[in-house]
């Protein structure tokens, strides 16, 4: 008879339990930050299991074992950003390798990409992920990598993970998704079938706007052990007292994302109702065209909306300009509400036929929904949607 299997504790519980009073000189309840750049050979026949702060740091293996956890995967690797993830993803593939990624990815992965197939270090094609065809037509190309982003950046578009992973693994194609936008605290995508998932640790994950950092999660034991060698040698690991304060971040994930996303959905709802905006993107949304994935795959619909105000861009400049509790600046997920022109900002790197293609609005605001009260922020809509409507205030 075996012994009744011990279920697998919830994120919460993974996320505030990770690395307490683990083993260590003063029996200290929150894990040390660990400073050294190296460390002492005590046994000249024995590697010790911390060497060089480059290859391994205990503070950096708490963090990457809480994130392993989080998203079920076999290893995690901390790196100095999200892009230095997505760049380490890479190193899977051969030199020349065809690279899918969507149309409508995260601006600086389009930006690496792009230049990399610039030097003809690899191939790229921007598909819409959502076409069937489309992404089928890009699949029978033989792509080594196949980079997914859901829900997408601005527009919230929806790709459904498990079929795709499946489609991709026949195809002979490796899985990446950029699980940012939601955390493992709303969707993780190895569950679903996907390959490797990279997380910008700047946005949710750390959630207080004072970290760059990034991770790559794999399923699998031997593309992490992999994987850790070319970070190591590329050297894109992450500082000690980043990954210090990530951890301190994680801990209250779950808490930060269900009070910020209980606020958008309320805000995005009134602004739907609202006669001065034309368009609300966001996937708490019962008519978002992707609603049935959606309730599928993820278990919320996290803490970002976009919307355009009636009036184009010169109405969202207004609106941007005439409001003063949330801020106006490039990221997201922070305990801020930070509201973003994508056209100029976060997407001011891709081209304009490609935004155009990627149905990017001049007038599209992003809205990163923070902590303050719903009362607030409702106030603030309202002042920077009078504004916007040309009207003079007061
Ligand atoms: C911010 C972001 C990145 C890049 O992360 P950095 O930490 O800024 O390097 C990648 N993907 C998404 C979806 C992001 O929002």
Same mark, same amino acid.
Not at 107 to 119: D, F, Q, V, W
């Given at each position: ?26 029996? @200290? ?44 995967? @076999? ?12 760049? /380490? ?36 094609? $921007?598909?819409?992920?959502?076409? %069937?065809?489309?992404?089928?037509? +890009? ?20 790709? %459904? ?19 940012? $936008?939601?955390? !493992? ?7 679903? *079938? ?10 949710? /994950? ?31 690991? *992450? ?7 990530? #951890?301190? &971040?994680? =801990? ?6 269900? +009070? ?12 739907? +109702? ?9 996937? *708490? ?6 609603? @049935?994935?959606?309730? =599928? ?11 355009? !105000?009636?009036? *184009? ?5 207004? $609106? ?28 001011? &790197?891709? !081209?304009?036929?490609?935004?155009? =293609? ?5 007038? #599209? ?15 603030? $809509? ?5 504004? +916007?409507?040309? @009207?003079?205030?007061?």
């Amino acid at each position: 008879m075996t012994a009744p299997r011990k279920p697998d504790p919830k994120i919460e519980t993974i996320a505030a339990s990770a690395s307490v009073g683990a083993d260590n000189p003063h029996a @200290a309840m929150a894990p040390p930050l660990v400073m050294s750049s190296t460390y002492a050979w005590r046994d000249l026949d024995e590697r010790p299991a911390f060497d060089y702060s480059r290859s391994a740091n205990p503070t950096r293996a708490a963090l990457a074992d809480a994130l392993a956890r989080m998203e079920g995967g @076999a290893g995690a690797i901390v790196t100095s950003s999200g892009m230095s993830a997505i760049d /380490l993803a890479l190193h899977m593939a051969p030199a020349g390798a065809r690279v899918m990624a969507p149309h409508d990815c995260y601006g600086g992965a389009y930006r690496l990409l792009e230049a990399k197939a610039r030097l003809g270090h690899l191939a790229v094609d $921007f598909v819409d992920q959502g076409d %069937d065809a489309a992404f089928e037509a +890009a699949l029978s190309q033989s792509p080594a990598l196949v980079l997914l982003e859901t829900p997408s950046n601005p527009l919230f578009r929806v790709v %459904d993970l498990a079929r795709r992973a499946a489609q991709i693994r026949a195809a002979g194609a490796v899985s990446i998704v950029d699980n940012t $936008f939601l955390t !493992p605290a709303r969707q993780r995508p190895l569950a679903l *079938g996907c390959d490797v998932v990279v997380h910008s640790t700047t946005k949710f /994950l750390n959630g207080h706007s004072d970290v760059i950092g990034g991770a790559l999660i794999c399923a699998d034991a031997a593309r992490h052990e992999d994987l850790c060698w070319w970070a190591n040698t590329l050297g894109v690991t *992450g500082g000690a007292f980043d990954a210090y304060q990530t #951890l301190r &971040g994680v =801990r209250t994930l779950a808490a930060r994302l269900d +009070a910020q996303e209980r606020t958008a959905i309320a805000l995005a709802h009134e602004l739907r +109702a609202h006669p001065g905006v034309s368009q609300v993107y966001f996937p *708490g949304l019962a008519d978002h065209p992707d609603a @049935a994935i959606i309730a =599928r795959q993820q278990s919320g619909p996290g803490a970002v909306f976009s919307f355009t !105000p009636v009036g *184009g861009a010169d109405a969202a400049r207004r $609106f941007l300009e005439a409001v003063s509790l949330m801020h106006v600046g490039a990221s997201l997920g922070g305990f801020e509400t930070i509201a973003c022109l994508p056209a100029v900002m976060t997407h001011a &790197g891709m !081209p304009e036929p490609a935004r155009a =293609r990627a149905g990017l609005d001049a007038a #599209l605001i992003r809205i990163s929904v923070g902590l303050e009260h719903v009362d607030d922020l409702r106030d603030d $809509f309202a002042v920077g949607l009078r504004a +916007a409507a040309g @009207a003079s205030g007061g």
